[in-house]
Nanobody, 120 residues
Framework: QVQLAESGGGLVQPGGSLRLSCAAS????????MGWYRQAPGKQRDLVAR????????NYADAVKGRFTISRDNAKNTVDLHMNNLRPEDTAVYYC?????????????WGQGTQVTVSS
């Protein structure tokens, strides 16, 4: 089992910045990726950014490239999402994710979600 604890989020004006943090605990041996997804009202949950736990390869959604940066600290088992130049369309509930996979299975773990609201 893996537990994910998120912090950060809140209300920010357009053009502002926020940082989301996620701390993972439990059995992390088979975790291959950690990252962030977001879900706006009435929309599906989509990938924002993720980072490989080995090698550090990153993936970003096109909508956030150049504005968001994901970083990880394997020693602390944390992953942060640095969000700059925020736009109203970034408003959503942001969920920390850990992807566990083995030879014949994969499993997603989720945090409880944290609200990010971009509004003047």
């Amino acid at each position: 089992q893996v537990q994910l604890a998120e912090s950060g989020g809140g209300l920010v004006q357009p053009g502002g910045s926020l940082r989301l943090s996620c701390a993972a605990s439990g059995n992390l041996v088979s975790i291959k990726f950690m990252g962030w997804y977001r879900q706006a009202p009435g929309k599906q949950r989509d990938l924002v950014a993720r980072v490989a736990t080995r090698g550090g390869h990153t993936n970003y959604a096109d909508a956030v490239k150049g504005r968001f940066t994901i970083s990880r600290d394997n020693a602390k088992n944390t992953v942060d999402l640095h969000m700059n130049n925020l736009r109203p369309e970034d408003t959503a509930v942001y969920y920390c994710n850990a992807l566990e996979s083995g030879s014949y299975y994969s499993w997603d773990y989720w945090g409880q979600g944290t609200q990010v609201t971009v509004s003047s």
